[in-house]
């Protein structure tokens, strides 16, 4: 493992964060090599060279323990937003765990965005966590066939061992869900994909399927990446040109079916009590503590 100086892991405070309700991000790893292709963490404006080198934050832990002891407002720490917490590392390193348990120690909240079923390795701490403070796991999970799911992310667990995971969590009282992004133009962009996803969700225990937009974005070296990848990968859909001339250089790349795929979405996700508004999913996870709190006052 290499490892880079850091002097601060943790931001600063977020009120009322539009995104799943997160007050403070933390990123211990910098890159990630789950090779997913179409990544966004790899454009240039985030300025992460050799992006799907792992590096670990050199003292990470005791930078955490510090922050958190110095924080005055306790709040739900994201991680997840940059790089993977559960990369193949982190399973003899243990940093995402040993963060977690300072997260419980300092009396603060997780939110947890993945592709990898490692993270049901931490289950213990996150029930834990969960007696005082909210608890979220996302998994991530583009496409509901396996054989995809290793072509466009190869290096990290596929797509049923993720359902798996979530059937773990899940059933262990933690509240998980799928995010159900990015959906590739062309390529998972069709109803059986959105429907099987949502229904497989269910039955494994997932409280909330969250689909941003039907579509992906792409910018600068980013886009070059993916389209290097699209060529290797699928040789004879000439997929690169289709996408060219549908989109030029735009910045967010949705699927051309994104209206329809919306709807049966919600549909689906309506008929089996599946969350997937915003807000929803927030004040169902975050509510009960919020109660909490107030009454104790
Ligand atoms: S797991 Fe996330 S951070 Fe890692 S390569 Fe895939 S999209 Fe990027």
Redesign the pocket.
């Known amino acids: 493992m290499y490892y880079i100086p850091a002097k601060t892991i943790i931001s600063n405070y977020t009120k009322d964060n539009p995104w799943f309700g997160v007050n403070y991000n933390m990123n211990i790893y910098k890159g990630?090599?789950?090779?997913?292709i179409?990544?966004?963490?790899?454009s240039e404006c985030y300025c992460i060279n050799d992006?799907?080198k792992v590096r670990a934050k050199e003292n990470a832990i005791e930078i955490i323990h510090k922050e958190l002891k110095g924080k005055r407002r306790t709040g739900v720490i994201g991680t997840?937003a940059?790089?993977?917490p559960y990369?193949p590392f982190e399973k003899d390193l243990m940093l995402t765990r040993k963060a977690l348990d300072e997260i419980n120690t300092f009396n603060f909240g997780a939110a947890i965005?993945?592709?990898s079923n490692l993270i049901t390795r931490d289950i213990d701490i996150l029930k834990k966590i969960k007696k005082h403070s909210p608890v979220i796991a996302k998994m991530?999970i583009t496409t509901f066939e396996d054989d995809l799911c290793k072509k466009i992310?190869p290096n990290?667990c596929v797509s049923s061992e993720r359902f798996e995971a979530i059937n773990k969590l899940s059933s262990n009282g933690v509240f998980t869900g799928i995010l159900l992004m990015p959906i590739l133009p062309f390529i998972n962009d069709n109803e059986e994909n959105i429907i099987d996803i949502v229904k497989k969700a269910y039955e494994c225990g997932a409280k909330f399927v969250f689909a941003y937009k039907m579509g992906v974005t792409l910018r600068q070296n980013q886009r070059d990446y993916y389209y290097e990848q699209l060529q290797k990968l699928f040789p004879y859909r000439k997929l690169v040109p289709k996408y060219k001339n549908t989109f030029g250089n735009r910045y967010e790349y949705a699927s051309t079916n994104s209206k329809k795929l919306t709807f049966i979405f919600k549909n689906e996700c309506e008929k089996l009590g599946v969350l997937y508004k915003m807000n929803d999913i927030i004040l169902s996870y975050q509510n009960q503590y919020k109660r909490e709190q107030i009454s104790w006052f």
């Open positions: 990630c090599c789950h090779g997913c179409y990544c966004d963490s790899r992006f799907n997840g940059m790089s993977d990369n965005a993945t592709k991530t992310e990290v």
